[in-house]
């Protein structure tokens, strides 16, 4: 009969393991060219067409960024971790095993010597709500790994508008170096024949210095851009190179109310409040279940019992804690409170975005109503200004400082014009990116993370078991 009772508390421990490891198991769910261009005799088209194969290409320069950006591969590695502590914390606790032994001082009449079992059974669904709060906490850090992603494609995209934008000015003030240079032979000429004064001549040849300044600023600038752009792929050691594409292409078509919409639909922003939400729900639900108490089961096999004659004999033992004094409610009210806040919080963020967007929008409007008045109107009339004006100066039928005035209308015009174009890019690149290029914080520095004294992100959920 005792041996039937051991048999039984044996086969009773046995499958309590075993059920508690079964409850366990479910899968985790798992993108320089600085030459002199030549110059016709009449005034140089502004903006020349680029070869649209010539050099690496913006979808390029996004794989390579996508491939070697650590903050990339630092929250990859995170997402990484939290698909482990969502693991981690639903396993149950080990169970234990060890020796027993009892009357050891009674000279061999009633000792006691056997194996002792113990298992703490988590009741409650606990351990599953375990892993339900850590899996929202991973889907959570996966959206801060595609805010990331938009991030830095984001910062790609506007560094190759800003190289391809430098290099129009290169080429630009390469022209006007070239217009100055022929300007200046041609007073110098008009001097040498009398027929103008000597301030004409040192006129022209600030001109021509101030074209140089010109031109070795905007080398700077590209430069500048060059190494934001290297920096932002994860490489900064790639040499200057000839990009692919061109900034001529026309306007995205945008309005407020669709940009609007599309960013509160896919903003990973919104997304990752959102799981923070389910987070702190399934978080207040674990707290509500905490005060189910656990049981903790022994059992004691001893194979030599000498009270009975050194018969083999056995116990079991059973306790459960009575939540009597604590039932938890200081962290249920916590949780109340951290989803509370984290409802706000998406609300606050949803505001927030909108007037990010209606910021970013402004700078698009206004940029693409510049662009679209420089190329219907400003540009050609700066051209057909600077044309006639030279017609003039060469005929004798005005002075050198009409001149001057219409070349230098010329250049800032031209100018002016590259940087409303960089301006456009850089507007729509924004918003294509979801605002997620944007520096400023969706959320005010200082807003209390969920869980953050409650769970800690790795391991943190073990206290409840």
């Excluded at 606050?348 to 910021?359: D, I, K, S, T, V």
């Excluded at 009409?402 to 800032?412: I, M, N, V």
Aim: charge should be negative.
């Amino acid at each position: 009969m005792v041996r039937t009772r051991l048999h039984l508390v044996l086969s009773l421990t046995f499958l309590t393991c075993v059920a508690s490891q079964a409850m366990c198991q479910e899968s985790i769910g798992l993108r320089y060219a600085d030459g002199t261009a030549v110059v016709p005799e009449d005034v140089p088209t502004p903006l020349p067409a680029v070869e649209p194969d010539s050099g690496l290409s913006l979808e390029q320069l996004e794989q390579m960024a996508l491939g070697a950006n650590p903050a990339i591969g630092r929250l990859a590695a995170l997402v990484g971790a939290a698909r482990g502590n969502a693991l981690q914390v639903g396993l149950p606790p080990n169970p234990s095993v060890g020796y027993e032994g009892q009357q050891l001082g009674s000279g061999g009449l009633a000792e006691q010597n056997g194996v002792l079992f113990s298992q703490e059974i988590v009741r409650g669904g606990k351990l599953r709500l375990n892993r339900a709060v850590a899996d929202r906490e991973r889907m959570r850090v996966e959206q801060q790994l595609a805010a990331e992603e938009l991030r830095v494609l984001t910062a790609v995209r506007i560094a190759y508008y800003q190289v391809l934008l430098a290099e129009r000015q290169i080429e630009l003030t390469a022209d006007l170096l070239q217009v100055g240079e022929q300007g200046s032979t041609t007073v110098e000429k008009l001097f040498q024949a009398e027929e103008v004064g000597r301030a004409d001549v040192l006129q022209s040849k600030l001109e021509v210095e101030n074209a140089r300044i010109l031109r070795q600023n905007a080398r700077n600038r590209r430069d500048a851009a060059w190494r934001s752009l290297t920096a932002s792929i994860g490489n900064p050691e790639l040499p200057i190179q000839p990009l692919a594409g061109s900034v001529d292409a026309q306007p995205q078509v945008l309005t407020f109310d669709e940009s609007l919409a599309r960013l509160l639909q896919f903003s990973p922003e919104v997304a990752a409040a959102a799981m923070e939400i389910e987070r702190a729900r399934l978080f207040l639900e674990r707290a509500r279940v905490e005060p189910t108490p656990n049981v903790n089961f022994q059992g004691l096999v001893n194979w030599q019992d000498n009270g009975i004659g050194g018969k083999p004999d056995g116990g079991v033992a059973v306790s459960i804690p009575i939540p009597v004094f604590n039932r938890n409610q200081g962290a249920i009210a916590q949780a109340e409170h951290e989803l509370m806040a984290a409802r706000q919080a998406l609300n606050e963020l949803e505001l927030n975005l909108q007037r990010r967007l209606a910021e970013t929008f402004e700078r698009y409007a206004n940029a693409r109503s510049q662009v679209e008045r420089y190329r219907q109107e400003i540009l050609p009339a700066a051209d057909e200004s600077l044309q006639l004006t030279r017609t003039l100066y060469s005929s004798g039928e005005t002075n050198y400082t009409t001149l001057l005035t219409s070349q230098r209308t010329y250049s800032q015009t031209h100018l002016n014009y590259l940087d409303a174009v960089l301006s456009l890019r850089v507007a729509e690149v924004e918003i294509e990116g979801l605002l997620c290029g944007s520096q400023q914080p969706a959320v005010p520095a200082g807003t209390p993370v969920i869980g953050a004294t409650s769970s800690p992100p790795i391991g943190g959920l073990e206290l409840f078991k």
